[in-house]
Structures are given as structure tokens and as C-alpha cells.
């Protein structure tokens, strides 16, 4: 297993690690899951370009990359949801894991015809964009939990900042779903059952 991949497998594990710990719903639990998801974050900037400059993308790793992507982020807003944090509603989580769900499945039906379909620019736009939103709710409750240590303070924003979270909910939702139907359209032949890119 080259490193590159290491760093991916990192990363899938990380996912339930932080999950874990958002659920937990202590102070020292956030910054830890804060810690955690900025790590795996950056790895995912790491781990694609070490396997590119030391030449060892291997298939495996592509299949990995973004399962580890979909995990960590669904971890978070399933999370974000789970413990109630102002600006996140279910159809948002809804949109984003039906999205996933429906990516991931697509590429396995034509992965057993021996078609392999890769990340396309809007796809690793989308993923930027879902990962800078949970990064933005992380960075803030963890600030807020330096002034105060109970949840019903770090999870409460007030207003401007729930408006401006749900707006930033609702364009990564809108986002996501976006990337699903680019995926679909420009693959369309693949995906139902015909030959060569569309």
C-alpha cells in the first residue's frame, strides 16, 4: 500500500473517530473533533497530489479518495444534525447523503462492466465547498466554547450567524446536488449501459 493511500485509509478511519466525538457533546470533545477534521482534511490535499508526484496512483486509491471524502462529510452533517447545531435541517442532510449515495452506487453499477469514471472538476469543487462549511461550524463553536463551556451556548449562535449558516447550508446543498445531476448527464452513457463518455 503505497503512502498516498495510507493517508486515504487515514481518512476513512478518521470519519467515525470525529463523529464519535461531535456526539459526544463536550467542550474538550469539539476541539478534538475539530483537531481531527482538519487533519483529515488536509490529507485529502495531500494524498492526491503525493500519489501524482511520486507517480503512484493505484486504482485502489482512486476507488478510496472520495468514499473517504463522503464519509467524513456525511460524519459531520448528519452530526451537526444529530446535536441539534442552528442552520442545519434534515432535507439539507437529505440532499447531500441522497447525492453521495446515488454517486457512490452509480460508480460501482458500471465499475462491474470494467468502466472506471473519475472525479470531475464540479465534483472536487462540491467537496471543497462542503468541507470550508463544516470547517466554518467547527471553527465557531469552538471559539464560542472558550467563553463558555455549555453546549447550550457553543451550539447557539444567535442571529446574524444562524441566518448566514443556513444560507451557506442551503448553497452547499444546492451545490451538491449540482455535482449529482453533472455527474449523471455527462456520464450518461455509462451509466445506462452504453459505451464511451458522453
Known sequence: MTLATRLTVGRLVAAPVFAGLLLRESVPAIWYASAVFVAAAITDRIDGWLARRTNTVTPLGRMLDPLADKLLVAAAFVGFRLIRVPGVEWWMVGVILGR?????WLRSHVGRRGVVIHSSP????????QMVVVLLFLA???YRAIADRSPTYWKQFGEPATTWLFVAMVATAAVTLLSGLDYVFKNRREVFGGTGRA
Request: no cysteine; proline share 0%; glycine share 0%.
Open 100 to 104: 453521495e449515495l446515488l454517486v457512490t
Open 122 to 129: 464540479f465534483a472536487k469543487w462540491k467537496t471543497t465547498v
Open 140 to 142: 465557531l463553536m469552538s
